[in-house]
């Protein structure tokens, strides 16, 4: 009898194993559906765990097949067949086919799309499906980037009857449903029991997202228990207080996160190279990093990361120099001095990144005012979408996101045909070496003309209970992909 007692003890205890996970996030996102939004805490809830693409990037920053299995390219380079899964399913029980992909795409590249990414899509000229496991892709032009561009956020599947209220109620194909947004608070999901991939062996039933903004809170909130894990902690000078912790590990790993300072590049005084290069000069990258990130960071030259194929180290191309600043602020005809304010979102990285520089521009008699704004509602609607704004700062998530600065019109009004060549020709190619080499005389151009100030990469700095498995301890594309995270036994 008591034999028995212990087994039906250990039993229940096997069935009361934990599978669901609480999550924290700095910033809410605005919506849901990262097909309309550009702000990439979008994806950190909904991308792969929602919502999928017919590629997708997977943790090691690769191209690999999701809801597509299979892809040919003509010899051209100009047209593209898709063979789809079959058996798929929206969430409501719509099925996922060529016409459903064909409705997706239309719809992010047309004349009304509001897709963030919508010059991904430019390039298409017409979309075929032959019979419902068949997508043809046809394009006008070659477009190196496409599979890659494919398995991004904002190029996910979506159903004809629900896309319009993604937003708010997401219905993907993932292997989580959406179950529940309290503004302000949290964002709920479960677990699809009809996920069409019967190989995934999905382990967590619940998930939420829990929106925590002050880093003291973030802090006390994981030491509590309230939450299971921070993914992206947004305190570095925090970090040491969990080395006691035995329930808590640390980890810091790579990002795209590019911390540039955008400049007006069509507005006086930044529309005078010479005054954006001087401001470069008078930048001492170690020392923002240590002011801003706690010493934890990469210096960069150019938009572009050292994880990133080509990267060349252009740190040197503007040396910090008091002196020479000063000069040629002087031959741009500002020997007095200039004023300007810069736009900094609330975030700790980007009020600690402006007050440093705003302490260093005052060595070479420039002053910087600063003006706090609200991200990410205000600062899309005053910088982002008006460009009303002289200069601001904040990261850039996007991986391999150099061809920002060829968009036109971008917040930064930076207009060179020579760079935008360059990125043409990347596209005109599928070789690996001749798209690094493209990228490297991109990143000279940008480095040479500083359209922005070229500050630092930050490191992925994530805390989380040690018995939390399957996170990802890198960052190719900013996400929170639940699919392998289980608790330990």
Known sequence: MVATAAMVV??????????????????????????????????QVTWQNVFEGLTTIDRAGKVVPLLATSWD?????????????????????????????????????????????????????????????????????????????????ASVMVAPNTADNNKVTPVGTGPFKFVNWAKGSQVELARNADYWNKEVAVKIDRASFRFIGDPQAQAAALKAGDVDGFPEFGAPELMESFKGDARLVTVIGNTELKVVAGMNNATKPFSDKRVRQALMMAVDRATVIEGAWSGLGTAIGSHYTPNDPGYVDLTGTWPYDVEKAKALLAEAGY???????????????????????????????????????????????????????????????????????????YYFNYRNPAFNDVLAKVQETADPA?????????QKILAEDVPSLFLFVMP??????????????????????????????
């Open 10 to 43: 250990g039993q229940g205890s096997a069935q009361a194993a934990k599978s669901s996970v609480t999550l924290g996030m700095a910033v809410e996102p605005g919506g849901l559906d990262p097909t309309i939004g550009a702000q990439v805490m979008i994806g």
């Open 73 to 153: 390219v003509s010899p051209d380079g100009l047209t593209y067949t898709f063979k789809l899964r079959d058996g798929v399913k929206f969430h409501d029980g719509t099925a996922f086919d060529s016409a459903t992909a064909k409705f997706t795409l239309e719809r992010a590249r047309g004349a009304d799309s509001v897709n963030p990414q919508k010059r991904y899509f430019s390039t298409i000229a017409t979309i075929e499906t032959p019979d419902a496991a068949t997508l043809v892709l046809k394009l006008n032009q070659p477009t190196g980037s496409l599979l890659y561009w494919l398995g991004w956020p």
């Open 335 to 409: 020997a007095n001095g200039l004023t300007f304010t810069i736009k900094a979102p609330q975030m700790a990285y980007a009020q600690r990144s402006a007050q440093v520089l705003q302490a260093m521009f005052a060595e070479i008699g420039v002053t910087m005012n600063i003006e706090t704004t609200e991200f990410p509602a205000k600062w899309v609607s005053d910088v982002l979408k008006a460009a009303n704004y002289e200069m601001t700062i904040v990261a850039h998530a996007e991986p391999m996101d150099l061809d920002i600065y060829a968009r036109d019109p």
């Open 434 to 442: 001749e798209q690094a080499r493209l990228y490297g005389e991109a």
């Open 460 to 489: 992925k700095l994530g805390v989380w209970d040690g018995k939390l498995k399957g996170l990802w301890e890198n960052e190719p594309i900013p996400s929170n992909v639940l699919t392998d995270v289980h608790w330990a036994e």
